[in-house]
């Protein structure tokens, strides 16, 4: 197993396993509960991380996860089924779950 990401925040922790999980990747979160060691253990050394399963998958993985915080420069779409305006990294409109590739961009 190899660390492949690590963060203070934990629901950035879980987002970044959940695009490995979607490319078929095998992953384990470590230290989720770590944050009361606090003060005994240095903060760096108490945040959430991602372990890649299989050490072959590590470089994949880091490049998956590099690719998925780039900054989107894309501008928001509009749902086709609600006319809600969603985020460009969003895939589905917040609002009613409609598929970004069955929508117009707007």
Request: proline fraction near 4%; charge should be negative.
């Amino acid at each position: 197993m190899k660390l492949a990401y690590t963060h203070p925040n934990g629901i950035v922790v879980a987002q970044a396993r959940s695009v490995l999980e979607l490319a078929g990747i095998e992953s384990v979160l470590r230290n989720e509960f770590a944050s009361g060691a606090i003060g005994e253990l240095a903060p760096i050394d108490a945040w959430p991380e991602v372990w890649v399963v299989r050490d072959r998958d590590c470089e994949t993985a880091i490049r998956l996860l590099e690719e998925a915080q780039k900054t989107v420069n894309e501008a928001d779409w509009e749902c086709a089924l609600c006319g809600s305006a969603s985020p460009a990294t969003f895939e589905y409109c917040w609002h009613c779950g409609g598929d970004r590739a069955k929508t117009i961009s707007g």
